[in-house]
């Protein structure tokens, strides 16, 4: 049988030790927090989003979505525009600033996971890995409940 309490301290350690390494990296090279980071990922793959779109992706509250958005636009690198449908709600987008500092930032972002993650293991290990943690994460979504 397998030990569950053992297996949420792992993925809590992998988890702290992934987090750790990335932003270390990421702020090093480019001064990006990997919170920042992780927002303007998600928002250059999902053009159009909202705070609550955010919000949802990460399983965060709306108002702390807003408060990672309200930094990286302090910064220069999004913008909140009108919602063409929605008066009450805007769209975030990335600046072109935000946009380049994306670019290289995902290349140091994915090499750093390869390195770590890709490198430990072998690729059918980790694709039923991946599988596994897909599932659980669908079975725990709120919207599951």
Not at 27 to 44: K, Q
Not at 60 to 77: H, L, P
Not at 113 to 128: D, Y
């Amino acid at each position: 049988m397998v030990d569950l309490e053992r297996l949420h301290q792992d993925l809590v350690w992998l988890e702290t030790e992934l987090w750790n390494a990335l932003d270390t990296r990421l702020r090093a090279e480019y001064g990006l927090p990997l919170t920042w980071f992780l927002v303007m990922r998600f928002l250059t793959h999902h053009p159009g989003r909202r705070i609550q779109d955010i919000a949802r992706e990460f399983a965060i509250t709306a108002g702390g979505a807003s408060k990672v958005v309200d930094r990286i636009e302090a910064a220069g690198y999004c913008r909140r525009c009108p919602h063409p449908h929605d008066r009450r709600s805007a769209i975030v987008e990335l600046t072109l600033d935000g946009q380049d500092l994306m670019s290289g930032s995902a290349e140091v972002f994915e090499t750093e996971l390869r390195r770590r993650i890709g490198s430990a293991t072998t690729e059918p290990s980790l694709a039923q890995f991946a599988a596994t943690l897909s599932t659980l994460r669908a079975a725990l979504s709120p919207n599951m409940r």
